[in-house]
């Protein structure tokens, strides 16, 4: 039995999160958490994948997360995030997503694999759906048509960019190019060469193969980028 109790909370991240299915989505979900300081909880049904695993998350288990009685064996309900990740069982998906939250963990978030899973999901009481197949078939998609080094969205129609700069605002300062009035975007940091990135003041004077950061509406963004 896993006692949550027992678990060293770290300085970077005091969440102790469960994560239920390690598939590729789960496994960059757990190991990207453990490297920010997380305790982490994996339960996975494959054991070739929790042998792999295995010393990597602070504990993996194998286990079937569909039955409650394992769930309050491994003390799921003492976790303040568990992201139910099952994909290729949408039955598991909604029946594990179900228990979890009649446990009572604060935070719940679950894999959807298509529109109608993620609705029920957010039927049954998931605070946070997400569409991971969705989410990068649009982020490659934005990429391509305005060819942009990388594109996140931020929601609300909104989204985060990195790309160089436009002819239109190289090699004046900032200050002069009143960029958000005309453009709709904001540039907010920059970087040259192989330097760290670093905030944008009005004085500061782009040049064609720098990289900038910026945000604003999808659509003006990538019109920006085009100029």
Do not use: C
């Amino acid at each position: 039995m896993v006692n949550f109790g027992s678990f060293k909370k770290p300085n970077a991240l005091t969440e102790r999160v469960v994560v239920i299915g390690l598939g590729r989505f789960g496994e960059s979900v757990a190991l990207e958490l453990m490297a920010a300081g997380a305790d982490v909880l994996g339960i996975e049904r494959n054991e070739d994948i929790v042998q792999r695993l295995n010393g990597r998350l602070t504990h993996v288990v194998q286990a079937d997360a569909t039955q409650e009685e394992v769930l309050r064996q491994l003390a799921v309900h003492e976790a303040e995030v568990v992201v139910v990740a099952i994909g290729d069982s949408i039955e598991a998906s909604l029946l594990t997503a179900s228990l979890v939250l009649s446990l009572g963990v604060p935070q719940v978030w679950a894999k959807a694999v298509s529109d109608a899973h993620g609705r029920i999901l957010e039927q049954i009481g998931v605070q946070h759906v997400v569409h991971p197949e969705r989410s990068i078939g649009k982020r490659v998609a934005h990429q391509l048509r305005a060819r942009l080094q990388d594109y996140i969205e931020l929601g609300g129609g909104y989204a985060l960019v990195r790309t160089h700069p436009p002819v239109a605002v190289v090699g004046k300062p900032i200050r002069d190019l009143h960029v958000r009035s005309k453009f709709g975007v904001t540039i907010i940091a920059s970087k040259h060469g192989g330097s760290d990135w670093a905030d944008v003041t009005g004085d500061t004077v782009l040049s064609s193969d720098d990289e900038i950061l910026l945000t604003g509406p999808i659509d003006k963004a990538e019109r920006f980028h085009l100029r």
